[in-house]
């Protein structure tokens, strides 16, 4: 197992925040999951994500108690995720952060096709 050569600061809580959400695809994973998009294909198609890079976030989501894998028990097998309750706390900060970014849009699509070219 990877093991980090630098030490996890855990002195302040952004520290913390960053070292357990830090992924591309992590705060939008919990977002799309409070609004009903449960099983992986659904998320893989509203994200377009690579499917190895989704399942891997979704299983840290998993492993640090921001989600929980149901799996069923069926002829094909299936599984689903549904948010812990440290999951659900997310979401306000998650909806800030969406409304952020409609509200800064214009600012921001020319800082992204600036750093395009």
């Known amino acids: 197992m990877y093991k980090k050569k630098i030490p996890i600061r855990k002195e302040c809580g952004l520290h913390v925040f960053k070292e357990l959400l830090n992924g591309k695809w ?49 002829k094909v097998p299936k599984v689903e995720y549904q948010l812990t309750a440290l999951g659900n706390s997310l979401l306000p900060l998650i909806i800030s952060i969406e409304e952020w970014g409609e509200n800064n849009r214009a600012v921001l699509e020319t800082v992204l096709s600036e750093a395009i070219t």
């Not at 198609?45 to 979704?58: E, G, P, S, T």
């Open 26 to 74: 992590k705060l939008m994973l919990i977002y799309y999951i409070s609004v009903g998009l449960k099983r992986p294909g659904a998320l893989q198609k509203k994200i377009a994500v690579d499917r190895r890079v989704m399942n891997k976030q979704l299983d840290e989501l998993v492993q640090h108690g921001f989600v929980e894998k149901v799996s069923f028990d069926t």
